[in-house]
C-alpha cells in the first residue's frame, strides 16, 4: 500500500484528493450490512490495483467488479455487494427526484406535463432503497439497456407505470409497487418505451405475406422494417409465395422462390434494428410441403455458398399432422408450389389433409420420402438449433382464435356471383329508386342499401377469403328452386321468432334437407316468401368469398335467400391485419413463502398484470394500421413466468418429482384461472361503462364465434379437467358472455428481463451450476447461489469442491462429497431427461392459451435421438415441440449460446 501515499483520485466534482485505504474500507464497509463478506479483503484488492488519477466514479465500478469476480470464489454475497456499489455509484450520478429526471429527458410532452402537474403525488410512492434490491448482473442489464439517460430503476418503474395509469394515482402506485418490489415485470419493449415520443410497447408482430407480387412482397418488407425500427420482434409466414420455378405470366419468366427473397429480408433486419439496441429480430415460417422446403432449411447453415444462405432471419416449421404421419409411416410426402395448389396454408385438419391428398390425386407437385425432408429439419437443427417445430393442427384446434386466425373459412361468406339486390336512386333528384341486382364481386369496398329480410340497409361490400370451401345449398322460395354457394360456416336462419336479428341461426354445415327456414318480406312489405332447404352438398368448388356486415338484422338476401351475414367483417385477415403480442412475465420466486407456495398471492399479481397487458393495447404506438386493427380487435396478451427452477430450488424439490410435477401444473392452473377473472371482470366493467355513455367497449370485437364465446376454454380444448378447488363453473359462466382479451397465457423467453430481477429464465432448469462470464475486471465464474448457501450449511464449499463444479462444467453429479440429495436438487438440463421436460410442458398446456417456448437440450444429439423427442412431443399434442434445441459445443455446456430475442421475451 506504500504507493499509494502518492496517488489521488478525482471526485465527482472534479477536485483531486489523495486515496484513502480508510475510506475506501469505509465506503465498502456501509454497504455490507447483512452480507456474508469481508469488507477489509474487497478493499485490499481494490487499493492494490488502483490507478493515479482515477474518477471516484470509475473506482465504484472497478471495486464492484472486484466484488463480481470473487462471489463464485468466496460467496454468492459478493455479487450483492457488488449491486450495491454499482447502484449507490448510479444514484450519486443520476437526479434524485422524478420531476429533476423527466425534465432531463426526451421523453413525450404528454409524459413530462403529468409528472411536472403531479409530482408531489408521484414522488411519495417511490422508494428508492428498492434500487438495492438488484443484483449485480440485474442492474448492469437494466444499466446497459433498459435506463433512460439519468434515470434511475425506480424512474424507469414509474415511467411504466405513469405510461399505462396517468394520473389514477390508485392504479400507478399499485403497479410501480408490484414491478419495483419484483412480482412481475413488463416485457422489454415497454420498460425501452414507456413514456417516450413513440411508446410502441408491444413485443412480437406476426406477419404474412400481403400478397405473392412484387407490390405484395415489398410492402409487407416495408412493414417489417417499420416494426423493426420501433423494437418489435416479427414473425412472418412464407407459405404463399410461390416456389423456385414457377412461371410468372406478368412476365412471363420464372421465380427465383423464397431464398433471394428471404435473403432481402435478412439484410433488412440487420439494417433496421430494434430501437438501434440491437439488430431486428425476424421468424420465419414455412409449412413443410413447399417446394422450396429443402432450400430453406439449409439458410442458416455455416456451410454451403453465402448467395445461398441468410443467418440472420430465424426460421420455423409450421408442420401439419399429416407430414408427422407420414414421417412416422416412412411414405411419400409431396413437395408442391402454392401458386399450383392454393388454399393449403389456410387450412388444418381434415380438411388439410383432403386437399393436399386431392392434389397429389391431380399429380400436382414433386413426390419426395418423408424421412429425407425430415432429415434435412434434424440436421439444420443439430447444426444451427434451428427450426422451431410449430404443430399447425394442435395451434388451430386448441386456440381460442379458431374463429379467426388461419381458417378463414370460418367468414360468414358467398361465392363472387352470388347475387344481391340494392336499392339506388335512378334520377338525379334521388326522389325515386331502382332496385338492382348486381352480383357481390362487383361491389366490393362500395357503400350500398341491400334489403335485409324488412327493410333496406347501407352497407359496405368486403372481400373476405381466397380459395375457399364452398357448400351448394338448394333452397325453395315458394314455387322457386334457388342455389347459394357458400362457406360451411355461412348462418342460416330459422323462423323462431317474428324478429329477424332475434331468430336463432344454423351454420350450411348442419342444415339438412326439409329444413324450414325464417320467411321474408318483398321490398313493399306486401308479401312474405316462405323457404325450404332441398339439399346441402360439397361439389369440390373452392372460390374467393364475399359479404357484408348489415347493422339491423345482420341478415341479407343473397341469390334469392335469405340468410345471416358477416355480424363482423374478417377483412381477408392475412394481408390486412397484423397480428400483436403484448407481453410480461411473472416472477414465481416472489411467491415462495417459507416452504409453501402462496397461490392468493400469485392470482392477486396476475390480475394486475392483465390489466396492464389490456392496457398496453390502448396506450401503445402502433408502427402499422394493420397492427392497430389487429390488436384492437382481438386484443391478445401473454403472461409468462420466470424463476420456476428458482422456485423448485427453495422449496426443496428435484426436477421430475411427483411434487414438482403437481406444483407446475397448480401454478398455470391458477394464473390462467386469475387472467380469466381478470379479463372477463374488466370486460363486465367496460360495458357498465358503456351503458353510462362513455364510449369503452367491453368484451373484444371478435368474441363472438369465438370456443370461450360457447363456454370452451382451454381444459376444454385439450379434453382436460382443473384439479385446483377454484370455482370455475361460475367463471365460465362469467367468462363466456364477456371476455376482454382473446388470448391470455403464453410463457415467453424471458432472456433478458429474468436476467434484471435475478431469476432462472422463465420454466427452464438451470443450465449449469457454474458458468463464465467477462467484464472490465477479467473472466469470473457465476455460480448457482442456491447450490452454494447448501454446500456452505454443509461446510462443503471449498476450494477443492468448487474447482471439481468447474472441471465438470457446472456439475455436481460425479462429485462423492455431495449428498445424493443435493445432487438430485441441482441436476442440470444436461442431466434431466427431456421427456421430463415435455411431460412437464405437456401438463401445463391445458392452461395455456397460445403455446410456450419449449427449449430442448441434447448432450449428444442424434437423428434417432431427435426424432424419438419431438415425436414425443407431437404425440404429446404440444402446439410448439421445439423453440430451440440446444446442444453442448465441444468444450462445454454453459458456453453454448444461442442469441434471444429481446422482443420476443418478456
Not at 385438419?349 to 386431392?358: D, H, M, R, S
Not at 434435412?376 to 444451427?384: A, G, K, N, P
Not at 386456440?399 to 378463414?408: A, D, F, H, K, P
Request: proline share 4%; aromatic share 10%.
Amino acid at each position: 500500500m506504500e504507493k499509494m501515499d502518492s496517488m489521488f483520485v478525482i471526485k465527482r466534482d472534479g477536485t483531486k484528493v489523495p486515496v484513502s485505504f480508510d475510506e475506501v474500507l469505509h465506503r465498502i464497509r456501509s454497504l455490507s450490512d447483512g452480507l456474508q463478506v469481508n469488507p477489509d479483503l474487497v478493499a485490499q484488492k481494490v487499493c492494490s490495483q488502483l490507478e493515479n488519477g482515477m474518477e471516484t466514479r470509475k473506482l465504484d465500478e472497478f471495486a464492484a467488479e472486484t466484488c463480481a469476480t470473487m462471489q463464485s470464489r468466496y460467496h454468492p454475497n459478493y455479487g450483492l455487494l457488488a449491486a450495491r456499489i454499482m447502484i449507490s455509484n448510479h444514484q450519486k450520478n443520476t437526479p434524485s427526484s422524478l420531476l429533476e429526471c423527466v425534465r432531463g429527458l426526451d421523453v413525450h410532452p404528454d409524459y413530462t406535463i403529468l409528472v411536472e402537474k403531479n409530482a408531489i403525488e408521484y414522488e411519495k410512492m417511490i422508494d428508492y432503497t428498492r434500487d438495492f434490491m438488484f443484483d449485480y448482473f440485474g442492474f448492469k442489464t437494466l444499466q446497459n439497456g433498459y435506463l433512460l439517460p439519468g434515470e434511475r430503476p425506480q424512474h424507469m418503474w414509474m415511467r411504466v407505470a405513469i405510461q399505462l395509469h396517468a394520473d389514477q394515482f390508485q392504479l400507478v402506485s399499485e403497479t410501480y409497487d408490484a414491478l419495483s418490489q419484483g412480482y412481475f415485470i413488463q416485457a422489454t419493449p415497454t420498460l425501452f418505451n414507456a413514456g417516450r415520443r413513440r411508446p410502441q410497447m408491444s413485443s412480437c408482430f406476426l406477419l404474412t405475406m400481403k400478397d405473392d407480387s412484387i407490390d405484395g412482397i415489398y410492402d409487407t418488407l416495408k412493414q417489417c422494417a417499420q416494426i423493426s425500427k420501433w423494437a418489435g420482434g416479427i414473425g412472418l409466414s412464407v407459405h404463399t409465395v410461390r416456389a423456385r420455378g414457377t412461371l410468372i405470366k406478368g412476365t412471363g419468366g420464372d421465380s427465383t422462390g423464397l431464398v433471394p427473397m428471404l435473403k432481402v429480408f435478412n439484410d433488412t433486419a440487420k439494417y433496421v434494428n430494434q430501437g438501434g439496441k440491437r439488430n431486428g429480430s425476424f421468424a420465419v415460417y414455412l409449412e413443410p410441403w413447399h417446394a422450396d422446403i429443402e432450400e430453406f432449411l439449409k439458410l442458416r447453415l455455416n456451410q454451403g455458398a453465402e448467395e445461398d444462405r441468410a443467418r440472420d432471419l430465424f426460421y420455423s416449421l409450421w408442420i401439419p399432422d399429416l407430414f408427422m404421419k407420414r414421417v412416422e409411416q416412412d411414405s411419400h410426402w409431396t413437395l408442391m408450389c402454392p401458386h399450383q395448389c392454393p388454399g393449403l396454408a389456410d387450412r388444418w385438419g381434415p380438411e388439410f389433409e383432403a386437399l393436399y391428398k386431392n392434389y397429389e390425386d391431380l399429380g400436382k407437385g414433386r413426390r419426395v420420402k418423408a424421412k429425407d425432408i425430415w432429415k434435412l429439419v434434424m440436421d439444420s437443427q443439430i447444426q444451427t438449433g434451428m427450426p422451431y417445430l410449430c404443430y399447425k393442427d394442435a395451434a388451430n384446434s386448441k386456440s381460442n382464435q379458431q374463429n379467426l386466425g388461419t381458417i378463414r373459412s370460418s367468414n360468414l361468406c358467398v361465392a363472387p356471383e352470388t347475387a344481391i339486390c340494392i336499392k339506388e336512386p335512378c334520377t338525379q333528384l334521388e326522389k325515386q329508386y331502382k332496385y338492382t341486382a348486381y352480383e357481390i364481386k362487383d361491389l366490393v369496398n362500395k357503400e350500398v342499401e341491400v334489403w335485409n329480410g324488412s327493410d333496406y340497409s347501407m352497407v359496405t361490400v368486403r372481400k373476405t377469403g381466397e380459395n375457399q370451401k364452398l357448400l351448394k345449398v338448394t333452397v325453395s322460395v315458394e314455387e322457386n328452386v334457388r342455389v347459394l354457394y357458400c362457406t360451411e360456416y355461412h348462418k342460416f336462419i330459422l323462423p323462431t321468432d317474428i324478429d329477424i336479428s332475434k331468430c336463432e341461426r344454423i351454420e350450411a354445415k348442419d342444415l339438412t334437407a326439409g329444413t324450414i327456414l325464417k320467411g321474408f318480406y318483398d321490398k313493399y312489405r306486401m308479401y312474405c316468401f316462405n323457404q325450404k332447404v332441398i339439399s346441402v352438398e360439397f361439389d369440390g368448388r373452392y372460390d374467393d368469398t364475399y359479404c357484408f356486415n348489415e347493422p339491423l338484422n345482420h341478415a341479407g338476401i343473397f341469390n334469392g335467400i335469405l340468410t345471416g351475414n358477416c355480424t363482423e367483417i374478417i377483412e381477408y385477415s392475412n394481408p390486412h391485419e397484423t397480428a400483436v403480442c403484448n407481453l410480461g412475465s411473472l416472477a414465481l420466486p416472489k411467491f415462495v413463502e417459507g416452504n409453501t407456495f402462496n397461490f392468493d398471492k400469485l392470482r392477486e399479481y396476475t390480475a394486475i398484470l392483465t390489466r396492464n397487458l389490456d392496457i398496453v393495447i390502448d396506450k401503445n404506438y402502433y408502427p402499422t394500421e394493420e397492427t392497430h386493427r389487429s390488436n384492437m380487435r382481438h386484443r391478445p396478451i401473454g403472461i409468462g413466468v420466470q424463476g420456476l427452477a428458482d422456485v423448485f430450488a427453495k422449496l426443496r424439490l428435484a426436477w421430475g418429482s411427483q411434487e414438482a410435477n403437481n406444483l407446475n401444473r397448480e401454478i398455470f392452473e391458477h394464473i390462467y384461472f386469475a387472467a380469466l377473472s381478470a379479463s372477463s371482470q374488466r370486460a363486465y366493467e367496460l360495458t357498465e361503462y358503456a351503458h353510462m355513455g362513455i364510449t369503452f367497449p367491453g368484451s373484444y370485437s371478435s368474441f363472438d364465434g369465438s370456443p370461450a364465446s360457447e363456454g370452451k376454454f382451454q381444459p376444454d380444448l385439450w379434453n382436460d379437467q382443473p384439479r385446483t378447488k377454484l370455482d370455475w363453473e361460475t367463471l365460465k359462466a362469467h367468462a363466456s358472455l364477456n371476455l376482454r382479451n382473446s388470448l391470455l397465457v403464453a410463457p415467453m423467453p424471458t432472456a433478458s428481463t429474468s436476467q434484471i430481477l435475478g431469476n432462472n429464465e422463465c420454466f427452464e432448469p438451470f443450465t449449469s451450476n457454474m458458468y463464465t462470464r467477462r467484464v472490465l475486471a477479467g473472466d469470473f465464474m457465476v455460480v448457482n447461489k442456491y447450490l452454494v448457501e447448501d454446500l456452505v450449511k454443509l461446510n462443503l464449499w471449498t476450494p477443492e469442491i468448487r474447482n471439481m463444479i468447474i472441471a465438470n462444467n457446472g456439475s455436481v453429479q460425479s462429485i462423492q462429497e455431495i449428498p445424493a440429495d443435493i445432487k438430485l436438487l441441482y441436476r442440470t438440463v444436461w442431466e434431466i431427461p427431456q421427456k421430463v421436460l415435455i411431460d412437464m410442458a405437456r401438463d401445463r398446456a391445458p392452461f395455456i392459451c397460445q403455446s410456450q417456448s419449449l427449449n430442448l437440450f441434447l448432450s449428444d444429439p442424434s437423428y434417432s435421438k431427435l426424432t424419438s423427442m419431438h415425436f414425443y412431443a407431437w404425440k404429446s399434442g404440444l402446439k410448439t415441440g421445439c423453440y430451440y434445441l440446444r446442444t453442448k459445443g465441444a468444450s462445454s455446456a454453459q458456453k453454448f449460446t444461442v442469441e434471444p430475442c429481446l422482443t420476443c421475451s418478456s
